[in-house]
C-alpha cells in the first residue's frame, strides 16, 4: 500500500529552529509537497521538490532524498504565526496526491 | 488570500436531510477536487473534476453526489449522511491534472459538516 508518515505533533520554541520530517513509501514519485495549514482554514502551499536537495524560501526550507524516500520541512526563526499543521503530500506514477495525516507544530514563547 | 470559495462555512444536518455544499474558484483552473478532512487522519481524496469530466472517484458512497456544471463551480449534494460522515468538507482546484508543481492545489476554506 501507500503510505505517507509524519510526526503527529512537534513543539518548539519561538525564534528557534524546527524540522519536520517526512517518510514515503509509494508507487512512483512525480514530487512531494508540503502545505501548511491554521486550525480551522484552508491548506495553503509552502513548497515543491521533485529533485533531490534543498529548496529555500524565505524562513522555509525543503529537502528532498528520492533514494531514502524522505523529506523534511526546515522552519527558521520561528514566530507564533507559524503555529499550525503541515501535511507532506506526494504525486505517485498515476499523478493521484497521497496526503500525510499532518504535523501539528505548537510554538511556544 | 484564497481564490477559491466554499459555502456554507458550518452545517449541521439531521440524517434524513439533503443538502448541497457549493465551491467556486476564480483562478481559471482546470481540475477541481472534493477532499473528506477527519481529525488526525491524512486527508482523503473522494472526487476529482478534470474540464468539467469525472476521472476520479474513490470508492465514495452513493450518499455523496458530485456535480460540476462548469469548470469554476463544484457542488457536492448530500443525502442520507450517517454521523461518521461529520468532517470537514475542503474544495480544491489546480492548473491541469498532471504531476509537477503545475498540478499544485488551491484549497477553500472548507465546510465544516456535522450530521446528528
Known amino acids: 500500500g501507500q503510505n505517507i508518515d509524519q510526526p503527529t505533533e512537534m513543539t518548539a520554541t519561538e525564534g528557534a529552529i524546527v524540522q519536520i520530517n517526512c517518510t514515503y513509501q509509494t508507487s512512483g514519485f512525480n514530487g512531494l509537497f508540503w502545505y501548511q495549514q491554521h486550525a480551522g482554514e484552508a491548506p495553503t502551499f509552502l513548497s515543491y521538490n521533485v529533485l533531490d536537495g534543498l529548496e529555500e524560501k524565505g524562513r522555509f526550507s525543503s529537502f528532498l532524498s528520492r533514494s531514502k524516500g524522505y523529506s523534511y520541512l526546515l522552519l527558521k526563526e520561528l514566530q507564533m504565526k507559524d503555529s499550525a499543521s503541515y501535511l507532506c503530500?506526494?504525486?505517485?506514477?498515476?499523478?493521484?496526491?497521497?496526503w500525510g495525516a499532518g504535523t501539528k507544530l505548537i510554538i511556544k514563547p | 488570500e484564497t481564490g477559491v470559495t466554499q459555502t456554507p462555512r458550518h452545517l449541521v444536518m439531521g440524517m434524513t436531510n439533503k443538502k448541497s455544499l457549493k465551491c467556486e474558484q476564480h483562478?481559471?483552473?482546470?481540475?477541481m477536487y472534493w477532499y473528506k478532512q477527519s481529525a488526525k487522519k491524512p486527508l482523503e481524496l473522494m472526487f476529482v473534476y478534470s474540464l468539467e469530466e469525472r476521472v476520479e472517484n474513490n470508492s465514495v458512497p452513493s450518499r455523496f453526489s458530485p456535480e460540476c456544471p462548469n469548470s469554476s463551480h463544484l457542488f457536492l449534494h448530500l443525502h442520507t449522511l450517517q454521523p461518521e460522515d461529520s468532517a470537514l468538507y475542503l474544495c480544491?482546484?489546480?492548473?491541469?491534472?498532471?504531476?509537477?508543481?503545475?498540478?499544485?492545489?488551491?484549497f477553500g476554506p472548507g465546510t465544516r459538516l456535522t450530521v446528528l
Open positions: 503530500a506526494v504525486t505517485d506514477s498515476n499523478y493521484q496526491l497521497i
Open positions: 480544491a482546484s489546480s492548473p491541469i491534472l498532471a504531476g509537477g508543481p503545475t498540478d499544485t492545489q488551491y
Open positions: 483562478l481559471g483552473h482546470n481540475a
